[in-house]
């Protein structure tokens, strides 16, 4: 069981708006950075958000924000190259570890 | 260009040791957090060790705390993971990232190299 919650599917049309959230508590995501990483196929991973900033060469279609130990990323005018597995993570200080979601599934329909 | 490449993966038997190895280039090496983040067949990230900037600060996963350690070597940009007592669970691709600040999240990630257990 992981110590960070994602949904296991989310859907949507291509232009639509998507948000994928990311829930944990006050020893990881309320204290730290959240990062998201996109994965398609079981490639590498890639960084799509850092807290609220967006990566170098990442479409600006992505964002990212934080409320309390909920952090969650959205897409705007989902495309059809979007469609993959994101992941979330970020530092636990309690567990003296790094902590990931279990991922989210994202289908473009 | 950051770039970090992992390499020393390979077949190993149950109880066998590997180092990885992960050449990073393309930014001041010894100023990161660096980590590795593994993935077994078909399941998600899984974390399994960070390090400080300068070598202290070891941090590990439950899983593999006392079979795994990590170390780096500053003068040649270099990350390693050495795993002993390897077991079948420990089968996945394994990926180093440099950590934006002291806990921050990964921002960039090598292209991995898997490692199999089996007999």
């Not at chain 1, 296991?8 to 998201?36: E, F, H, I, M, R």
């Not at chain 1, 990566?55 to 979007?82: M, N, V, Y």
């Not at chain 2, 593994?38 to 399941?43: D, N, V, Y």
Request: include cysteine.
């Amino acid at each position: 069981q992981s110590a960070l919650t994602q949904e296991a599917s989310v859907s949507g049309t291509v232009g639509q708006k998507v948000t994928l959230s990311c829930t944990g508590n006050s020893n990881n995501v309320g204290s730290y950075a959240v990062g998201w990483y996109q994965q398609i196929s079981h490639g590498a991973p890639k960084t799509v958000m850092l807290g609220n900033s967006l990566p170098s060469g990442i479409p600006d279609r992505f964002s990212g924000s934080k409320s309390g130990t909920t952090a969650s990323l959205t897409i705007s005018g989902l495309q059809p190259e979007d469609e993959a597995d994101y992941y979330c993570s970020t530092w636990d200080y309690s567990l003296r570890a790094r902590v990931f979601g279990g991922g989210t599934k994202l289908t473009v329909l | 260009e950051v770039q970090l490449v992992e390499s020393g993966g390979g077949l190993v038997q149950p109880g066998g040791s590997l180092r990885l190895s992960c050449a990073a280039s393309g930014f001041t090496f010894s100023n990161y957090v660096m980590t590795w983040v593994r993935q077994a067949p078909g399941k998600g990230l899984d974390w399994v060790s960070s390090i400080g900037g300068s070598g202290a600060g070891t941090h590990y996963a439950d899983s593999v705390k006392g079979r795994f350690t990590i170390s780096r070597d500053n003068s040649k940009n270099t990350l390693f993971l050495q795993m002993n007592s390897l077991r079948a669970e420990d089968t996945a691709v394994y990926y180093c990232a440099r950590v934006s600040g002291s806990f921050g999240p990964p921002d960039y990630w090598g292209q991995g190299t898997l490692v199999t257990v089996s007999s």
